[in-house]
Every structure is written in C-alpha cells, then in structure tokens.
C-alpha cells in the first residue's frame, strides 16, 4: 500500500468512496504495481475482496502482499479473500472432457463466443456469500480486483462480451451491493490498432473509460528511459452523475521494492 497515492486520490483504509469503478491501465510500462496496492489497501480496510487473477499465480501475490505488510494465505483462511487462480483452474478446464459445466468460471476457454457469465456467477455467488468470516468478523464492502481483463482478448473473447461483463459486475458490486472496482487492462502501442479495428485492447480500454469514474493509465516516458522516474500515471476524476471527467493531473513514479514515490509532474530534478 502507498501512502503518497493514497494522498493523491484522498483515501485511507479507514476513508475511502464506495460504488467507486476504478480503472487501471498501462502502455509501454507495467501498472501491476497499483493492483497490488489496492488489494493491499482494501484487505486492510477489512473489506471482502474477491480477485480474479488471471495472469499470475496466488504465489506470486502473495510474496508481493508479503511486502507490502499483507498475508494473503490468512485472508483467503478467514475467508475475506476469494482468489481465482485463472493459471491453475485453466488447466483443468481444458483438459475436462465434460462440457455440460456451461456455467463455471472458466468456461469461456472452452468456447469463447459463449460469453462470461460462468464468470459473471462466481463473482456473483462470491460477493452475495455471506460476509461473516470464520472468527465472527463481519468484512467491510466487497471488491472485486481483475488482473489482467485484456487477456480474455487473446482467449477469443469479444469486446463486446467483455464490456457487457463488466457492466453486470458494476451493477452488482457499485450499484446494488455499494462495493468497489479496480480492473488493470494493458493497451497496444498507439500505432498497432488501425482505426477499424474492432476487438483491439485500445478499444476494450476505451469503452472501460466510459464506464469507470476513476481512471489511472501508466505510460513510459515519453522522453525514455530514466534511472530515477519509471514513468507517468494520467489520473482522471469524475463525479458520480457527470458524463466528463472534471479533473486531469498527470504524476511521475519510481517503484520501489516495498512502494512507490509518486512525483507531480514537472517537480523531478530526474526529468526535466
């Protein structure tokens, strides 16, 4: 968790909007630091928190959390995590001559055109389970945390059906049951997405801006490498009921082993 962007976006654990759609992305840079920020952010808020993490392995969140003061395997324990390990389970899935299991969460692998809702229930069953944990603790609003929902593109998964995924998530988590959102999707270079093209990550992205009313997108500098400063993250806010986003700063960061420092633009000797 990192205390400067929490001062950025005015929110503590103990502080912080709910029914928020926060959207991460990156081009030419890696914005997996900020996923592991927010669930180690909302796991100490004490909220429920289900993450679908579809490019790494529980091992490899859970070494980072280490890090960053958070223990994973103790949450999943108390049952205030729900992880699905989309590496692991996808295995299973392909290998499984069965194909009556139209509805369990990795059943787009097996045929794409289907759509999410195999996915769309177990986020849904997740969250609406009852959020007492084993040790009488009652969690915080539920989160739901995707990494990474670009690569359902590669896996043959239309925009279209992804959008209309995320927006049955938004009803769910912002609207009905007043939780939160944070989704990473990786954009293309600039330049790869021709203007007709209709299943791109750009286009997954875009269509995501619209639906979210917080958006963090991370880039490389456009200067190049830098020793000291990884690159720069774009924030846009945009109050509920507003159709515009009515605020845009951009921010130089460097990540560090256990955090990250987070610079306003133009105040770094590093970039001039």
């Known amino acids: 968790m990192f205390p400067e962007l929490n001062s950025i976006l005015n929110s503590t654990p103990d502080s912080f909007k709910s029914s928020d759609f926060i959207l991460v992305s990156d081009r030419r840079a890696n914005a997996s ?20 993490g579809l490019v790494q392995s529980f091992s490899h969140y859970s070494a980072v959390g280490q890090r960053l003061g958070v223990s994973l395997a103790q949450a999943r324990e108390k049952g205030q995590l729900v992880f699905l390990e989309g590496l692991k389970d996808s295995i299973g899935v392909l290998l499984q001559e069965d194909t009556s299991h139209e509805t369990q969460p990795l059943s787009y692998l097996r045929s794409p055109g289907a759509g999410l809702e195999g996915l769309f229930r177990f986020v849904e069953r997740s969250m609406r389970q009852s959020g007492d944990g084993d040790a009488g603790e009652s969690w915080g609003p539920p989160v739901l945390l995707i990494d990474d929902l670009s690569v359902l593109l590669s896996l043959g998964v239309s925009v279209g059906a992804i959008l209309d995924f995320t927006l049955y998530c938004q009803a769910t988590m912002c609207s009905e ?76 960061f460097k990540v560090h082993d256990k955090g990250a420092s987070f610079f306003a633009r133009g105040t770094s000797s590093a970039v001039l």
């Open 177 to 252: 049951l007043q939780g939160n959102m944070v989704i990473l999707v990786r954009c293309e270079e600039e330049d790869a997405d021709d203007d007709d093209d209709e299943e791109g990550s750009n286009l997954l992205q875009r269509g995501l801006v619209h639906q979210c009313n917080l958006a963090l997108h991370v880039e490389g500098l456009p200067t190049g490498y830098c020793r000291d400063i990884h690159g720069q993250m774009e924030v846009w806010w945009r109050q509920r009921g507003e159709t515009i986003y009515n605020q845009r700063k951009i921010f130089h």
């Open 33 to 52: 630091f900020l996923i592991q920020h927010y669930l180690a952010f909302y796991l100490r808020a004490g909220c429920k928190v289900c993450f679908l």
